[in-house]
T-cell receptor
Framework: DAKTTQPPSMDCAEGRAANLPCNHSTISGNEYVYWYRQIHSQGPQYIIH???NNETNEMASLIITEDRKSSTLILPHATLRDTAVYYCIVRVREGGGSNYKLTFGKGTLLTVNP | DAGITQSPRHKVTETGTPVTLRCHQT?????MYWYRQDPGHGLRLIHY???????DKGEVSDGYSVSRSKTEDFLLTLESATSSQTSVYFC????????????FGSGTRLTVV
C-alpha cells in the first residue's frame, strides 16, 4: 500500500465544515483512496472511497486532486459525534491475498468543539 | 456492527495461559482479518483469511495463530499469553468487489497480567 500523510490533529467548530487533508504522492494508477474513522473505543467505520472523481455520500464528500497525489475529506456540517480519528488509506480495490489488506497509519484526530 | 460479533468483549488472563478470541460473521464474506490496536502504533494486522482453511500472516503475527474451519468463524489464539499482548483486538470482514470496504467488529479488550 502507498504511504499516506495526514496531520496528527485538527479542530473544527460544531456546524462548520471539517476539511481533512491527506497526501498520497506515490499512489499507483490502480489504487483507490479510502477513508475510515474510529470513534473512541469502537471499531473503524468506512466513510467513503474514490479513484479519481470526486465522490459524495450521506456521510461526507471526497475531493481528489487531478494528479491524485492528495485528497480532502469534507464533513459538511460537523457535529460533536464526528469527533474521531480519521484514516486515509490507499490500496487496490479488488484482488486477493495481500493486495486486499488495509494498512492503517496514525490518522488525524478531529475534535469538534461546541 | 451488525453481522460481525467478537467474543469475549473483555478478558483478563494470566501470563503463560492460552487464550482464544472469536470472530463470528453472518455476512458470508470471504475475507476475515485480525488487527490489534495499541497506543502509539495504531491498527496493525496480525493474520488474515481469504477462505476456509486459507490464512496468511500479517505484520505482527509472532505469538499468534489463527484458524478458520468455516466461513463464519475466525479464531485468534495466543498459545501462551504475554504482557506485550495486552491490547484491543479488532476483527474485520470484507468481500472483494463490494463497495463499502471493511466492516469491523466492536473489539475485544485483552489484559494479560
Amino acid at each position: 500500500d502507498a504511504k499516506t500523510t495526514q496531520p496528527p490533529s485538527m479542530d473544527c467548530a460544531e456546524g462548520r465544515a471539517a476539511n481533512l487533508p491527506c497526501n498520497h504522492s506515490t499512489i499507483s494508477g490502480n489504487e483507490y483512496v479510502y477513508w475510515y474513522r474510529q470513534i473512541h473505543s469502537q471499531g473503524p467505520q468506512y466513510i467513503i472511497h474514490g479513484l479519481k472523481n470526486n465522490e459524495t455520500n450521506e456521510m461526507a464528500s471526497l475531493i481528489i486532486t487531478e494528479d491524485r497525489k492528495s485528497s480532502t475529506l469534507i464533513l459538511p456540517h460537523a457535529t460533536l459525534r464526528d469527533t474521531a480519528v480519521y484514516y486515509c488509506i490507499v490500496r487496490v480495490r479488488e484482488g486477493g491475498g495481500s493486495n486486499y489488506k488495509l494498512t492503517f497509519g496514525k490518522g488525524t484526530l478531529l475534535t469538534v468543539n461546541p | 456492527d451488525a453481522g460481525i460479533t467478537q467474543s469475549p468483549r473483555h478478558k483478563v488472563t494470566e501470563t503463560g495461559t492460552p487464550v482464544t478470541l472469536r470472530c463470528h460473521q453472518t455476512e458470508n464474506h470471504r475475507y476475515m482479518y485480525w488487527y490489534r490496536q495499541d497506543p502509539g502504533h495504531g491498527l496493525r494486522l496480525i493474520h488474515y483469511s481469504y477462505g476456509v482453511k486459507d490464512t496468511d500472516k500479517g505484520e505482527v503475527s509472532d505469538g499468534y495463530s489463527v484458524s478458520r474451519s468455516k466461513t463464519e468463524d475466525f479464531l485468534l489464539t495466543l498459545e501462551s499469553a504475554t504482557s506485550s499482548q495486552t491490547s484491543v483486538y479488532f476483527c474485520a470482514i470484507s468481500e472483494p468487489r463490494t463497495v463499502d470496504g471493511y466492516t469491523f467488529g466492536s473489539g475485544t479488550r485483552l489484559t494479560v497480567v
